[in-house]
């Protein structure tokens, strides 16, 4: 017997907040377009996003439903494979910003649900973690993404043992390809080379 939260509002504070957000945003497009601007933006938008999903509250009524399917939901898609004493995933999913209010649980527990399938293949041992991110975009910063959802899923999934600088390094890279996705290739530090110089394109490709 699993719980569904069901969604409700409160309409009051979410028209107000949706008005708020529309005059905010009619007050910045007068400004000059430039990336102090953007950023801005950005970063109101956010604010506000938090504030609306403030108002939404949750009422959870009991509802029979399956574990395992409940389980699925509440992950995304991934591929992974595990060769060549490297762990290499695929997840279909954006990784967030640094510098939002809001957590990524759907990240996190995709990475521990993986974790899980290969728990304690790198445990008391040091790792290197080197990370694709793709989005559709030709411009934007890679140092603004969230790594955090994906290590703090892999200890808690027991993948690693810890993603203290005694147990992990890592590596990140941007790119365009067309898709949010996020690819991961987790192996023991000793073999960083190999990690390095694997062309992540051979992996997951797209049918």
Do not use: H
């Amino acid at each position: 017997m699993q719980e569904r939260k069901i969604a409700v509002y409160d309409k009051q504070n979410f028209r107000k907040k949706l008005i708020e957000f529309v005059n905010v945003a009619k007050e910045c497009m007068k400004n000059d377009l430039n990336e102090d601007n953007i950023y801005q933006v950005l970063y109101i938008t956010e604010l506000f996003r938090n504030s609306i999903y403030k108002c939404v509250k949750f009422k959870m009524p009991t509802i029979p439903e399956d574990t395992l399917a409940k389980k699925q939901d509440e992950i995304s898609k991934y591929e992974s494979e595990y060769s060549d004493g490297i762990l290499k995933i695929k997840i279909y999913e954006l990784l967030p910003p640094v510098r939002t209010p809001y957590n990524n649980r759907r990240l996190e527990k995709t990475c521990q649900t993986i974790a899980e399938q290969y728990k304690g293949l790198f445990e008391n041992k040091e790792v290197i973690i080197r990370v694709q991110v793709s989005m559709p975009r030709d411009n934007w910063d890679i140092d603004n993404r969230d790594l955090r959802y994906i290590f703090n899923g892999f200890v808690y999934g027991k993948l690693i043992t810890d993603d203290n600088i005694k147990f992990v390094s890592y590596m990140l890279e941007g790119i365009n390809d067309g898709e949010n996705y996020i690819k991961i290739f987790v192996s023991e530090k000793s073999n960083i080379k190999n990690v390095s110089i694997l062309n992540p394109e051979n992996y997951f490709k797209k049918v």
